[in-house]
Structure formats: structure tokens, C-alpha cells
């Protein structure tokens, strides 16, 4: 039997999700599934977004944009949302135990050169590494 997900929900399913989705998997062990999805799935996952987390030895160039609905029959325990649009839209999952909201600009909104869209997609990343991994701490901590 597969272990409960713990999923992860932005607008878009395009950047900020599949970042936090890739830091959250690599900080956790199998005892917890990762996954990502949007309420209006943009259909890619940014370059930009899949060139940082390279950057830190993560590689989600496999992640592919999904909609939300794909886990309505999932064992979808909690539920994490990084943006406020899909805060306010996000359904009720069957078996949901935990939700959580954490806000994060949008990197792909990001204009400029781009080495300053980098500089904001650093950012980002660096800010939800922060956040995803002291909460993978605690999940690995409460599951000993």
C-alpha cells in the first residue's frame, strides 16, 4: 500500500509547486509521497524553475504540469498551498488530515535580463527551500 501524499498546490503547476515539490522529496525519505499539481495547469514546467533547482543538485526536469483533480481519489493526507489563488480555490481531499498555506511570489513573473528572472528564481527557491525543509524536519522527527 502507498504511503499517504502530501501534495502540493500553486495556480499554475508550473514553477513554484514543482519547487517546493522537488526540495520536499529530497528532504524526506520514502516514508512520505510528494506530489504537485495546479487548479489552471500552465501544461509546463518552467525552464528557469528546472535550471535552479539543478542548480542545487535537484532534478525535476521529469516533473510534468498536472491538474489538481488527478488526486481527488488519491490518499492525499495534506495539503500545501504556495499561492493564494489556489488557497481559495482548493477542494477538500478524501482522507485530508493537514492543510497549510505558505505564500511565495511567482518567479515566473519575473521580468528583466535573464540573469535578474535568475536572481528572482534563486530567491524563491532559497525561500521555499527554508520553509519545505525545517517542515520536513519535523515530519521526519514526529515519524521516529
Known amino acids: 500500500m502507498l504511503p499517504p501524499a502530501i501534495l502540493i498546490l500553486c495556480t499554475g503547476n508550473s514553477c513554484r509547486s514543482h519547487l517546493a515539490e522537488g526540495i520536499l522529496r529530497a528532504a524526506l525519505n520514502d516514508q512520505f509521497r510528494v506530489a504537485s499539481a495546479g487548479s489552471k495547469p500552465a501544461g509546463y ?66 521580468t528583466g535580463t535573464e540573469e535578474e528572472q535568475l536572481a528572482v528564481f534563486r530567491r524563491v527557491r532559497d525561500e521555499i527551500a527554508r520553509v519545505f525543509q525545517a517542515y520536513a524536519a519535523g515530519l521526519l522527527d514526529a515519524a521516529r
Open 45 to 110: 514546467v518552467h525552464p528557469l524553475g528546472i535550471q535552479v533547482m539543478q542548480e542545487i543538485g535537484i532534478d525535476i526536469s521529469g516533473h510534468h504540469s498536472k491538474h489538481l483533480d488527478e488526486f481527488l481519489t488519491d490518499n492525499v493526507e495534506t495539503v500545501i498551498t504556495v499561492c493564494g489563488n489556489a488557497d481559495q480555490v482548493c477542494p477538500i481531499f478524501p482522507g485530508q488530515i493537514n492543510r497549510h498555506h505558505w505564500g511565495f511570489d511567482d518567479p515566473a513573473h519575473a
